[in-house]
């Protein structure tokens, strides 16, 4: 059966980081693209970053570069959200999300096309 767990989430202050992990089980990554998403209070979820199945594409939302970057551990079955110089606006339930492709370097913020989804972590950046 396919999981996604993710874990790494916490209270962290203005310009912290924090490193989220999505531990898989029950697939390969030969066929998924794995994203990050997350929704805070009141808002819809929103595409924050994903990374190819073959690792050799990845994408951020705009409100995260050059401060967030996903990569992945294949040997731990791994993604990984590093995040730096966290924002209150970043506080949110942080969700990651497998995405059945046949594209090697297929990667998507939508949230519409993911095909197994985590129950999430919360991230709350806050003094």
């Known amino acids: 059966q396919l999981q996604l767990v993710e874990s790494g989430g916490g209270l962290v202050q203005p310009g912290g980081s924090l490193r989220l992990s999505c531990a898989y089980s029950?697939?390969?990554?030969?066929?998924?693209?794995i994203g990050w998403f997350r929704q805070a209070p009141g808002k819809e979820r929103e595409g924050v970053s994903c990374?190819?199945?073959?690792?050799?594409?990845?994408i951020y939302a705009d409100s995260v570069k050059g401060r967030f970057t996903i990569s992945r551990d294949n040997a731990k079955n791994t993604v990984y959200l590093q995040m730096n110089s966290l924002k209150p606006e970043d506080t949110a339930v942080y969700y990651c999300?497998?995405?059945?492709?046949?594209?090697?370097?297929?990667?998507?913020?939508?949230?519409?096309?993911?095909?197994?989804w985590g129950k999430g972590t919360l991230v709350t950046v806050s003094l």
């Open positions: 999300a497998a995405d059945r492709t046949y594209y090697s370097d297929y990667a998507s913020l939508g949230t519409g096309g993911m095909d197994y």
């Open positions: 990374i190819s199945s073959s690792g050799g594409r990845t």
């Open positions: 029950g697939f390969t990554l030969d066929y998924y693209a």
